[in-house]
């Protein structure tokens, strides 16, 4: 089994999902480091909310352009097998 995480977006005012970005490459423990989830979700299973401050972090690593004004943006997983 495989985790697959990716950063998804979603538009503000219609909620329709946009596009998905594949961020399987990112070492776990670094999103742990600026997500910090809950203890009871060690392998980050739940989507978690990108904020601004979570964006600057991930454009360390990532070229992907997040804007906040359109777009709500997460970081979501599923299995794949």
Same mark, same amino acid.
């Given at each position: 089994?495989?985790?697959?995480?990716?950063? +998804? =977006?979603? *538009?503000?005012? +219609? /909620?329709?999902?946009?596009?998905?970005?594949?961020?399987?490459?990112?070492?776990? /423990?670094?999103?742990?480091?600026?997500?910090? !989830? !809950?203890?009871?979700? !060690?392998?980050? %299973?739940?989507? %978690?909310?990108?904020?601004?401050?979570?964006?600057? /972090?991930? =454009?360390?690593?990532? +070229?992907?352009?997040?804007?906040? *004004? =359109?777009?709500? $943006?997460?970081?979501?997983? $599923?299995?794949?097998?």
């Amino acid at each position: 089994m495989k985790i697959i995480r990716i950063i +998804t =977006n979603y *538009h503000k005012l +219609t /909620e329709v999902l946009i596009n998905e970005i594949d961020v399987s490459s990112i070492d776990k /423990e670094y999103l742990l480091k600026i997500f910090s !989830p !809950p203890i009871d979700d !060690p392998e980050m %299973y739940n989507s %978690y909310e990108i904020d601004e401050q979570i964006a600057f /972090e991930l =454009n360390k690593i990532l +070229t992907f352009k997040f804007d906040f *004004h =359109n777009f709500d $943006y997460f970081l979501e997983c $599923y299995q794949d097998d």
